[in-house]
């Protein structure tokens, strides 16, 4: 059985090592943050916090946590060198989901209202969808999208006037555009709401200064470390310094259990590679990368929301082209190029078939891919999605 695992996970480095990877949450990792996610530090259990950690909660409730402590310690401080800031940071959310349930328990109670963008429009599931935790136990209000796909900031001032929510969110899955920070923490700050920012996608050009940032304006500040980040799978909490008790009591003991510490020192590792230049230079490469695609795409006609990017994922409305969504993503699967659905402003179809496909940019160009790879691989996927419009239609 054990020998059978090894097979299969040889079988998905070669499925990763072959195939145009596309999907604009996955990332390569480093050999190093891999050699960290498969140490033994696996073994120790250090449910707590490290004995100098912030304000309050310190300790850990097992002994022999000395080195852990420091591994712990090292990564909160590296990755508040990433993010130039003195929010407190916890590392050990063990997804971005779990951050972002800690991060509303933090301030929430159940029934509180919440002011969030809607899953067609971009959002995460965690947003406030029916079908996760945070529709079921929030009052959720969404605002919209405007006719182009922007987020309406006018929409955000009404629907904050009219429902008073107690936190304001901003961030997003599959929205290709600058979110405005600076302007929904006014909103916030004029209804006395909390503000809150899931920034998993695009942590990475924050980090690299490709996108205005949220620290100085959201109360907490949510991020997974797999995506532009480029770490291990895993989530973590910025706040406030005066949230800081809050963010980590809804952590532990209130979500989690045990922290991950093999995860916690492969997410240091990932820190240090984000401190190095050539992480600068990677990122500034995903969004030229980004740009060269989408706009091949528009001179080859495709209808793309908002009509373009200034981050490192586009959203193509495949509406036109007969297509749908999931068809074109078993398609591309079939020929070696992975991405995956997605749903479009004013869909029309169930999120299981949806409109669109979102492209994102991050991973291959981790693979070293510039901008005439991304321009052929744009051109492969419309030569297929042709040749499959043939097909069905003979
Ligand atoms: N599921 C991730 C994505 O693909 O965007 C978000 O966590």
Redesign the pocket.
């Known amino acids: 059985m054990i020998s059978e695992i090894f097979e299969l996970i040889e079988e998905e480095k070669k499925r990763q090592d072959e195939n145009i990877e596309l ?3 996955e990332n390569f990792v480093s050999d190093n943050v891999l050699k960290a996610c498969g140490s033994i530090l696996t073994n120790k259990y250090s449910e707590g916090y490290p004995a100098n950690h912030a304000v309050g909660n310190r300790g850990r409730y097992y002994g022999g946590c000395q080195v852990v402590d420091k591994i712990e310690e090292k990564c909160c401080e590296l990755w508040k060198k990433v993010f130039n800031t003195d929010y407190h940071v916890n590392v050990q959310p063990h997804s ?1 989901s779990t951050a972002n349930f800690a991060a509303y328990f933090s301030v929430l109670n159940v029934g509180d209202t919440i002011l969030s963008m809607s899953l067609n429009n971009g959002a ?1 599931l965690t947003h406030g969808s029916p079908v996760s935790f945070s529709g079921r136990l929030f009052n959720m209000v969404f605002y919209e999208v405007d006719e182009n796909g922007f987020i309406d900031m006018e929409d955000v001032k009404k629907k904050a006037l009219e429902y008073k929510p107690k936190l304001i969110l901003a961030g997003a ?2 929205y290709s555009r600058i979110i405005h920070f600076d302007k929904f923490s006014e909103i916030a700050k004029s209804i006395g709401a909390y503000f809150m920012v899931d920034m ?2 695009i942590a990475g050009l924050i980090a690299a200064g490709e996108h205005p940032t949220p620290f100085g304006y959201a109360d907490i500040i949510t991020t ?1 470390t797999h995506k532009t980040l480029r770490g291990p799978r895993g989530g973590m909490i910025f706040c406030k310094p005066e949230l800081a008790k809050k963010i980590d009591s809804a952590i532990f003991p209130f979500s989690q259990g045990g922290p991950l510490q093999h995860i916690i020192a492969a997410k240091a590792i990932a820190a240090e590679e984000c401190l190095m230049p050539t992480y600068k230079e990677y990122i500034h490469q995903v969004v030229v990368n980004c740009k060269a695609m989408c706009e091949e795409f528009k001179k080859m006609g495709y209808k793309i929301i908002t009509d373009g990017t200034d981050n490192h994922l586009f959203l193509l409305d495949l509406t036109h082209k007969g297509i749908t969504g999931i068809e074109c993503q078993d398609m591309l699967d079939e020929h070696h190029i992975t991405l ?1 659905k997605n749903c479009i402003p004013q869909e029309t179809r169930s999120p299981k078939v949806a409109s669109g496909v979102r492209i994102g940019t991050a991973a291959m160009t981790t693979k070293g891919y510039k901008e005439k790879d991304f321009i052929e691989v744009a051109h492969r996927i419309d030569k297929l999605i042709d040749e499959f419009m043939k097909e069905k239609s003979v």
Request: proline residues 0%.
């Open positions: 999907i604009a949450s971005g995460h899955s599959a998993a996608h997974t995956n």
